[in-house]
């Protein structure tokens, strides 16, 4: 976050909450921080893939665009099945919603 509080620590070095990685999936996050570590954004991602057979895509829109919205925060995730395979040297695309 632009101006934080000195000393403030963010989600993005907690486990679970702004990054995760297991032979699964490898997740990373940003946004409101406190809603990232009460809804346990990343970690709850690799779970609904590796637990709860959804596809990377869908996890990660029911987690940033369902749960953590009705926690009240906002952000984004990358994350990578160990299955993926970028077409190209650099990632040129991404996806934004305004809903």
């Known amino acids: 976050m632009t101006n934080k509080m000195t000393g403030r620590v963010g989600d993005s070095a907690v486990i679970g909450a702004g990054t995760f990685a297991n032979e699964a999936v490898a997740i990373s996050a940003t946004g409101d921080g406190e ?6 954004a990343a970690g709850t991602v690799a779970a609904m893939i590796e ?7 869908t996890a990660a829109h ?3 665009m369902k749960r953590l919205r009705a926690l009240g925060g906002t952000g984004g995730v990358i994350a ?3 299955t993926a395979r970028w077409p190209r040297r650099t990632v040129r695309r991404g996806c934004a919603t305004d809903t």
Do not use: Q
Request: proline letters at 0%.
């Open 80 to 82: 990578l099945t160990g």
């Open 35 to 40: 809603v990232f570590l009460r809804g346990s």
């Open 51 to 57: 637990f709860g057979g959804y596809d990377v895509l």
């Open 62 to 64: 029911e987690v940033i």
